[in-house]
């Protein structure tokens, strides 16, 4: 098939354009995480799901609102936010 300009594509074309870039960056993420140290990749998976569980709880009524963070979800989140940025050498930045 020849390359099409986005505005002579069909709607199906369009949607197979996206879904094909949609996995170009994907995979690029994916490739870039690949390439972090253990280390770094286990601070990012700490860091998100402890911010995951401090938003839930923090956003939505139906789990409590943000009058129902603890002390002890912030100071778990601090941790880890402290050893991503020794990871990535981001202190002081």
């Given at each position: 098939?020849?390359?099409?300009?986005?505005?002579?594509?069909?709607?199906?074309?369009?949607?197979?354009?996206?879904n094909d870039k949609s996995?170009?960056?994907k995979i690029k993420r994916?490739?870039?995480?690949?390439?972090?140290?253990?280390?770094?990749?286990?601070?990012?998976?700490?860091?998100?799901?402890?911010?995951?569980?401090?938003?839930?709880?923090?956003?939505?009524?139906?789990?409590?609102?943000?009058?129902?963070?603890?002390?002890?979800?912030?100071?778990?989140?601090?941790d880890a936010f402290e050893?991503?940025?020794?990871?990535?050498?981001?202190?002081?930045?």
């Open positions: 098939m020849t390359e099409k300009s986005f505005e002579d594509m069909t709607q199906e074309e369009r949607i197979q354009y996206w996995e170009e960056e994916s490739d870039s995480v690949d390439g972090l140290q253990p280390e770094q990749k286990e601070s990012l998976r700490e860091l998100y799901k402890t911010l995951d569980t401090v938003l839930d709880t923090a956003l939505y009524p139906d789990m409590g609102g943000i009058k129902m963070v603890t002390a002890y979800e912030l100071q778990e989140l601090s050893t991503f940025q020794f990871q990535f050498n981001m202190r002081g930045h």
